[in-house]
């Protein structure tokens, strides 16, 4: 895309006051180009095959194809930014690399922030400059009603509580209504790593094995018996 091109915009909600508001809060933005509407996904994914598009703002839950599993069928991707009234999924659109998720109703303060981080990813892409913060490289989490971005790179490991889970970071702990097998899913394999029922590892801050314990630091994470040759291959590259 030419930086000086407008943005090319895609909108999809199955609201159509939803649409309005987004296309007037869009009015205001002379650099941003609306191409098409959508109040379905099945129709987003004919737009998107026939009409370049830049940018996709994207209601989450819609009928027949949820934006969450459109997303997952497009290889190539525009930059997007999740619309929805449900907090919930906040994890699942950051996992699927949003630039932003917008949770209704939201303020034309809110949305502009997330139209400059969109323009900042789109330009960084265009022109190949600095190397912005990749999102999947995070994880969005709710913790005591509030949103909570979480660096996997922070993450020691996480244990199951029941239907939560605990985060523990290099920068803190964080509970959150979650099942360790979503989680399981949700996270990179090559980076985390599956010990035992109630235990994922980030692999690359185990320091030690000690019997059947890992040690992270001051932690001592129990591993499996019918786990443990996979994980010590895995961890320690035996």
Do not use: W
């Not at 933005?29 to 987003?44: F, H, I, Q």
């Not at 990813?121 to 949103?147: C, F, N, W």
């Not at 001051?218 to 961890?235: A, C, G, T």
């Amino acid at each position: 895309m030419n930086e000086r091109a407008p943005i090319r915009t895609l909108l999809v909600d199955d609201e159509y006051l939803a649409l309005n508001l987004l296309e007037e809060f869009l009015k205001h933005l002379p650099d941003m180009e609306v191409v098409g509407k959508a109040k379905s996904a099945v129709t987003a994914l004919d737009i998107l095959h026939q009409t370049p598009v830049d940018l996709l703002f994207l209601d989450i839950q819609m009928p027949t194809l949820s934006g969450v599993n459109m997303l997952k069928t497009l290889q190539h991707p525009p930059v997007v930014i999740f619309t929805t009234a449900y907090a919930d999924y906040a994890v699942q659109a950051f996992d699927l690399n949003a630039v932003d998720y917008l949770l209704k109703p939201f303020s034309f303060e809110r949305f502009l922030q997330a139209v400059n981080k969109a323009k900042e990813h789109i330009r960084q892409s265009a022109v190949g400059g600095r190397q912005v913060e990749d999102e999947r490289d995070t994880l969005v989490i709710k913790v005591d009603g509030k949103l909570v971005k979480l660096r996997l790179a922070d993450i020691l490991f996480v244990e199951g509580l029941k239907e939560y889970v605990r985060f523990v970071c290099t920068n803190g702990k964080y509970v959150t209504l979650e099942s360790l097998k979503n989680l399981e899913e949700a996270l990179p394999a090559h980076t985390f790593v599956r010990v035992h029922k109630s235990y994922i590892v980030a692999s690359d801050k185990v320091q030690s094995l000690l019997g059947n314990m890992l040690e992270i630091g001051s932690h001592r994470i129990p591993i499996s018996r019918e786990k443990k040759d996979e994980v010590v291959q895995l961890i320690f590259k035996q």
